[in-house]
C-alpha cells in the first residue's frame, strides 16, 4: 500500500521561511518524478514545483521560482520544499504527489498525500 505524507507546514509571518517534507512508502521512490501542488481557498490545484527522477532538472512556477528550492533524498524516500521569501498569497493547502512523468500537470501523477497547510500572516 503506497502512502504518502507530508510534513512541516505552520503559520508564519510575511517574509519567513518554511520546510516542508514528503514521505513515500510502498514504492520504488526513486522510479517516481515527484511534485509539490498547493490550493487555496477557493482556488484551483496548481502546480509549484516538480523534480526528475535522479534529483536534477527542477521545475517551478513562476510565482515561485527563486524563493523556493525543491529537492529529494531517495535514500530516505524523502521530498523537500525549503519556502523562503513567504508572502501571504502563498497560503495554501501544500499536497506531495508521485507520478510517472515529468512536469506541473496534476494528471502525471498518480499518488498524492493528505496535505499540509502553510498560513503565511500579513
Known amino acids: 500500500q503506497v502512502q504518502v505524507v507530508e510534513s512541516g507546514g505552520g503559520l508564519v509571518q510575511a517574509g519567513g521561511s518554511l520546510r516542508l517534507s514528503c514521505t513515500a512508502s510502498?514504492?520504488?521512490?526513486?522510479?517516481?518524478?515527484m511534485g509539490w501542488f498547493r490550493q487555496a481557498p477557493g482556488k484551483e490545484r496548481e502546480g509549484v514545483s516538480c523534480i526528475s527522477r535522479s534529483g536534477g532538472f527542477p521545475t517551478y512556477a513562476a510565482s515561485v521560482n527563486g524563493r523556493f528550492t525543491i529537492s529529494r533524498e531517495n535514500a530516505k524516500n524523502t521530498l523537500y520544499l525549503q519556502m523562503n521569501s513567504l508572502k501571504p498569497e502563498d497560503t495554501a493547502m501544500y499536497y506531495c504527489a508521485a507520478g510517472s512523468r515529468y512536469g506541473l500537470q496534476m494528471g502525471n501523477y498518480v499518488y498524492w498525500g493528505q496535505g499540509t497547510q502553510v498560513t503565511v500572516s500579513s
Open positions: 510502498g514504492l520504488r521512490f526513486d522510479d517516481y518524478v
